[in-house]
């Protein structure tokens, strides 16, 4: 099984690659998580690789750019990027996505947001159809440190279940992101996706909340690795 999960992370990550990595591009976005390694890596054999400078959603992925001796940019430099790739907790009909499974999102939307299109890569597991069907961790929400307690309470009135996301068995504590603030992750049970929209921007205006890991109209795209050594490619 998990010998299955990763062949098929693989899987979606090279033909992403190889179908959307044209010679006309030169910034890249590179996301997070386990999937987006094999991203790195395929970004990292391009024989055009010394024309490509790679924007990063984060400490992990920065040091993946750096072991597969591509160019470090940032938003900063690159506010414009020409592609992104990344991986996603769950996927819906629509390509909304839940992100942030390892509390990246902040950097992940940045970068997303900062680029013309979002390639997703993914394995079977997270093509649900519908967000919170598969995801029953909640949905990541970044937070302003000083605020954890009043957004909680916020969240818990929108109809969530919201909690800190320990560091626990590594870090005694909540887990502090690559920008110092909190996550919490806020169950909402199923999210229709004709309603991810409205629920984003109902967490979003909430004092204290930096991003969520809602990600709506955001990817073009995505590739899903199936069990069977296929790809499923989708588009909005
Ligand atoms: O959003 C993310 C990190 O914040 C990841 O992209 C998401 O958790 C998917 O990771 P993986 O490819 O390991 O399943």
């Known amino acids: ?9 693989k899987l979606s990550a090279y033909a992403a690659v ?7 591009h030169r910034v890249i ?3 997070s998580g386990s999937t987006v390694v094999y991203v790195a890596e395929r970004v990292g054999q391009a024989s055009n690789k010394s024309d490509l400078v790679c ?19 940032s938003t900063e430099e690159y506010p414009e990027i020409d592609i992104a790739f990344d991986g996603a907790d769950e996927i819906d009909t629509n390509l909304g996505l839940i992100k942030g499974g390892g509390a990246c999102l902040f950097q992940e939307k940045l970068v997303a947001a900062c680029s013309k299109q979002l ?7 997270k093509d649900t159809g519908v967000l919170g069907k598969g995801w029953r961790k909640g949905v990541p929400i970044e937070v302003v440190p000083a605020a954890y ?5 916020d969240l818990a009135k929108l109809g969530g279940k919201p909690v800190v996301r320990s560091g626990l068995p590594a870090k005694a504590g909540p887990v502090v992101t690559d920008n110092g603030n909190f996550i919490i992750d806020c169950d909402f049970g199923e999210i229709p996706p004709a309603q991810v929209a ?5 967490i979003k205006a909430l004092v204290g909340v930096v991003e969520t890991g809602l990600f709506v109209g955001l990817a073009s795209k995505a590739y ?3 069990a069977d050594g296929t790809i499923t490619k989708k588009t909005v």
């Not at 990063?56 to 001796?69: A, E, K, M």
């Open 1 to 9: 099984m998990a010998d299955l999960v990763e062949k098929s992370k």
């Open 18 to 24: 190889d179908d959307n990595l044209l010679s006309t």
């Open 29 to 31: 976005g590179i996301g």
């Open 55 to 73: 924007v990063p959603t984060g400490f992990q992925s920065r040091q993946l750019i750096i072991d597969n001796g591509l160019r470090l940019g």
């Open 119 to 125: 390639v997703v890569v993914a394995d079977y597991r």
């Open 149 to 153: 307690t009043k957004v909680s309470l």
């Open 198 to 202: 409205e629920l984003n921007a109902k």
């Open 224 to 226: 899903i690795g199936n």
